[in-house]
């Protein structure tokens, strides 16, 4: 499971690249207009309520373009906004500050969004026991910001990559030509030691042959809570300690139905793929 934590190396190469794509040769508008010994502050407001996420990227983005740019008075990743929320304050030279306003709305904006709607889906399972979990459905390049957004609104994340845990979807039996516990046998003979083995399963049968055949995580997928709630008794009563998943055409009006059948993990795809992006603005003062 992931924690709270950015690795600079992998958010340094996603600025730059942010940087030359936004700002090319220069920002002529700027140039033309602003003098570069002019200096100010802007606040940067909510607009809407929400979960605050991002603050480290900030940060770290000014001082890329311009270590006079100063961010203080902010607030901490995960804190609550509403509408009128002073979310930080940036000061130092305007001109580097204009220049970089639209990609530091971006990163605040997009990773609040994926808090926020992280947030709703973990209230809507409390008390359950139930953990909600991201998946690798990000935008090419933003998972790791993606999923420590996740992080920050209270959920969990599940694999980085393809590397990091053996995942048995349909379209590997289908290729392999083998059924779940047939699958989940082969994994195992030529999986990492100590590697996590998961399988996605369609029907009760399968949860059931495929959890004794030695998978560590059973994922149904695509189940009615009424089936879910039967592959979890079917499951438990192979009497192995296995983690049960749901996944599948998930929501926020269904989600607490499928926690309540007793499985372990609800993996939420849209998360990532489906967050709106919370609504923050900047506002600019010339000292």
């Known amino acids: 499971m992931g924690s709270r934590r950015l690795d600079p190396d992998v958010l340094d190469r ?8 936004d700002i090319g040769p220069g920002d002529v508008t700027t140039r033309a207009l602003v003098d570069p010994a002019r200096r100010g502050r802007a606040r940067i407001v909510a607009r809407e309520r929400g979960v605050l996420a991002g603050i480290p990227v900030a940060r770290r983005l ?6 006079g740019l100063r961010l203080y008075q902010a607030l ?3 804190s609550p906004v509403q509408p009128g929320s002073v979310v930080a304050a940036v000061r130092g030279p305007l001109a580097p500050l204009l220049t970089v306003e639209r990609l530091l709305l971006n990163v605040l904006q997009r990773l609040s ?5 992280t947030r709703r889906y973990v209230d809507a399972v409390a008390g359950t026991g139930a953990r909600v979990l991201d998946t690798r459905k990000t ?4 998972r790791a ?5 996740v992080s920050v609104g209270g959920g969990q994340n599940h694999r980085a990559g393809l590397y ?10 289908a290729a392999a030509a083998a059924t779940p516990a047939e699958a989940v046998a082969q994994a195992r003979a030529a999986a990492p030691r100590g590697m996590r083995i998961e399988v996605e399963v369609e029907t009760v049968r399968d949860a059931r042959a495929a959890a004794a055949a030695g998978a560590d995580i059973v994922m149904l997928d695509n189940m009615p809570p009424r089936r879910v709630k039967q592959a979890v008794a079917a499951i438990r009563q192979t009497g192995r300690r296995v983690i049960i998943e749901a996944s599948g055409r ?10 309540a059948t007793g499985v372990d993990w609800i993996s939420v795809g849209a998360l990532t793929h489906s967050a709106k992006a919370l609504d923050l603005s900047l506002e600019v003062e010339v000292d």
Request: aromatic content about 4%; charged content about 25%.
């Open 14 to 21: 996603l600025i730059d690249l942010a940087l030359a794509e």
């Open 62 to 67: 000014l001082r890329r373009v311009d270590p």
């Open 76 to 78: 901490a990743d995960g």
């Open 113 to 117: 969004g994926i808090a926020t709607q």
């Open 139 to 142: 935008l090419p390049g933003w």
């Open 145 to 149: 910001l993606a999923k420590y957004a």
């Open 164 to 173: 990091d845990q053996i995942l048995i979807k349909d379209n590997h039996l």
């Open 250 to 259: 998930v929501t926020l009006r269904t989600i607490r139905a499928v926690a």
